[in-house]
């Protein structure tokens, strides 16, 4: 199966506590995307890549969060300084622009809770 | 802003008989509109996609249709089975905007046997 992987899959971690996400697209797939997600809610854009590019990063994302795509493949997404609000799905997903018009493929997405 | 309405409560529908999910926006018309089959504890999983030029977009038992007059999107299952059963999640996606794709909140529905 090549479809986009996640790891890891839970992660628990105290407050203030530095984390990181890893995720891995469809490997023909030029751009990847972060979510999200709290219970009862729909994924909430964070930020996406353009090959190694980051073109966009959301308003509502802080300083805290950061994410990067080293030669345009894997991603990462770093939370510094984790709070409780930080409890969330975070997802990643992919897609090729130049088919599907932006139909994207998720991962099964990594659980963050924050004690 | 732009908000996305989705019917908030659990949608119960006989098996066999056709489901029709509802979502509405607000603001501005994007220039495609998906809709995604999210499981429980899973990521979203693509259906269809409709661009603002398109009124209706069929794939086997599925079909959507896109109205920008009336701001609203509505997704048909036909034939419902249980294994239907999931929370279907409506996304509007505006390239020049800031905040490019939005996601609503999502409909869970239940296919009873």
């Known amino acids: 199966d090549t479809g986009v992987s996640q790891n890891p899959r839970h992660k628990i971690t105290k407050r203030g506590q530095n984390v990181t996400f890893r995720c891995d697209p469809i490997?023909?797939?030029?751009?990847l995307y972060w979510y999200r997600q709290t219970l009862g809610q729909g994924p909430e854009f964070l930020t996406y890549f353009q090959n190694e590019a980051q073109l966009e990063k959301s308003r509502l994302l802080s300083d805290r969060f950061s994410a990067e795509r080293p030669k345009g493949s894997f991603s990462t997404l770093e939370i510094q300084r984790t709070e409780q609000g930080d409890s969330a799905m975070y997802l990643c997903?992919?897609?090729?622009?130049?088919?599907?018009?932006?139909?994207?493929?998720f991962g099964p997405g990594t659980r963050l809770t924050v004690t | 802003s732009q908000k996305i309405e989705q019917n908030s409560e659990a949608l119960n529908i006989q098996e066999g008989k056709t489901a029709t999910l509802t979502c509405n926006y607000t603001?501005?018309?994007?220039?495609?509109l998906q809709w995604y089959r999210q499981d429980p504890g899973r990521g979203p999983v693509f259906l269809l996609l409709?661009?603002?030029?398109?009124k209706e977009k069929r794939k086997e038992r599925l079909k959507v249709t896109f109205d920008t007059t009336l701001k609203q999107s509505l997704f048909h299952i036909t034939a419902s089975q249980p294994a239907d059963s999931a929370t279907y999640l409506c996304a509007l996606e505006a390239p020049w905007r800031d905040d490019k794709i939005i996601f609503g909140k999502g409909t869970r529905l239940h296919i009873l046997p």
């Open positions: 603001n501005y018309s994007p220039a495609y």
């Open positions: 490997s023909e797939h030029n751009r």
């Open positions: 409709i661009r603002e030029n398109e």
């Open positions: 997903a992919s897609s090729n622009r130049d088919r599907g018009l932006g139909e994207q493929y």
